[in-house]
């Protein structure tokens, strides 16, 4: 999809810079992100991991992005988005290079730790920016459009890494890493306009935080998220251990599969976002996040990896359904409570969702077995639907007009 002048509310010029240094500061960043977390399980497991430390190493992440997402999301809508950003950035550069020195589960643990609080800085703001700037009934087309960038990056990440790793081994994504995030930094830092978010075209003044937290679409929206992270967290940390207990794959391979899931969200959100401003956007988000976590319990069946590549596409193909419709629905009820304080908030959902996730299923496998982690994940992603659905189906203000 191409984002035209006429897509962009305010400055148009202005907005057009910023929509393209965001969406190239978020790819470099995912890419380098996606380089090594499919790999992370692998290179914990020579560490001694077990079950339980893979799940925790996975959620220290999300842990302490969840503390610090909703903060940022909030000041930046006072402060200004950009000094969020360009902290988060560096701070995301320097941890980065901790992996280098990691040699202990504990330092890999503590590296985790850092990065989490960085990434809150980031992906928050980031989609609050864009939030800003997105024009109203096309908050589908656009949003959809700029989320490829996330899921582009972290696509491709994957299947670079793998590559890397059979070539060079992982410290050398770890090498790659911290260079594509130090550029993420740069270019931020650079070419991204300065910006005082009290005096933007954002909206009026948001409404308090207490009052949002009584709205059933901002819980429908956090629950929706907590529980597709989870299925999600669970899937991209014990993938790799049953892709090589099953199926006998190789780094390569795993990142072919890790990446064909991510990269087939990518190449949906344009259409799926076009379709989120012409339907019923509540429908397209219960409907794909049940039939993602449907299809998760089929991976434990899964002994081939051409097999699990095909379960891994179809997961890809209806998550990528619900997306561009739940960011849609952030970006309204941004417009009342703040943008930044919106989409904070449903990425809590998404960082307490990836840092229980794991644990979860690291304490379901360590007692029942590796397959039963893609049973529990199918069932958390079932239930997050249904109350999904309950909180926000019925409720027709959390839908858009038709688009003229």
Not at 125 to 142: L, N, Q, S, T, W
Not at 253 to 279: C, E, K, T, Y
Not at 367 to 385: S, V
């Amino acid at each position: 999809m191409k984002v035209e002048a006429s897509d962009l509310s305010g400055d148009r010029a202005t907005n057009r810079r910023i929509f393209w240094v965001l969406y190239l500061a978020i790819f470099t960043t995912m890419l380098g992100v996606g380089n090594i977390v499919p790999l992370l399980p692998l290179y914990a497991e020579t560490l001694g991991a077990t079950g339980v430390w893979l799940g925790l190493i996975f959620a220290v992440f999300s842990l302490t992005r969840s503390v610090f997402s909703p903060i940022a999301g909030r000041l930046s809508d006072s402060w200004g988005r950009k000094r969020f950003l360009t902290i988060g950035l560096f701070m995301f550069w320097l941890v980065s290079l901790g992996y280098l020195v990691a040699d202990s589960l504990v330092d890999l643990a503590a590296v985790r730790f850092v990065q989490g609080a960085a990434a809150a800085f980031v992906m928050p703001v980031a989609f609050a920016y864009v939030g800003d700037i997105a024009p109203r009934e096309h908050e589908g087309k656009f949003v959809g459009f700029f989320s490829s960038a996330l899921f582009l990056g972290f696509g491709l990440g994957p299947l670079s890494g793998g590559l890397l790793m059979d070539m060079a081994g992982i410290q050398a994504n770890f090498v790659f890493m911290s260079l594509l995030c130090l550029a993420a930094f740069i270019l931020v830092a650079m070419f991204l306009p300065a910006d005082d978010s009290r005096t933007s075209a954002a909206g009026p003044v948001p409404q308090k935080y207490s009052a949002m937290l009584k709205r059933p679409q901002i819980w429908g929206l956090f629950i929706f998220r907590f529980t597709g992270a989870v299925a999600r967290g669970i899937l991209f940390t014990f993938l790799p251990l049953i892709a090589t207990a099953q199926a006998g794959m190789t780094p390569g391979q795993i990142g072919l599969a890790v990446s064909s899931n991510v990269l087939i969200v990518a190449a949906l959100q344009g259409p799926f976002g076009r379709l989120a401003d012409r339907w019923r956007r509540s429908a397209l988000v219960a409907l794909g996040s049940a039939a993602s976590a449907g299809m998760m319990a089929l991976l434990a069946g899964c002994h081939q990896f051409s097999s699990i590549l095909f379960v891994c596409i179809l997961i890809g193909a209806a998550a990528a359904l619900s997306m561009p419709a739940a960011m849609a629905i952030v970006i309204q009820e941004g417009r009342t409570y703040g943008q930044g304080s919106v989409t904070g908030f449903f990425n809590l959902g998404m960082s307490v969702g990836l840092g229980t996730g794991p644990i979860l299923a690291g304490l379901a496998v360590d007692h029942f077995g590796l397959e039963y982690a893609f049973d529990l994940a199918a069932l958390i992603g079932l239930m997050g639907a249904l109350v999904f659905s309950w909180l926000v189906g019925s409720r027709t203000d959390a839908n858009p007009s038709p688009p003229v």
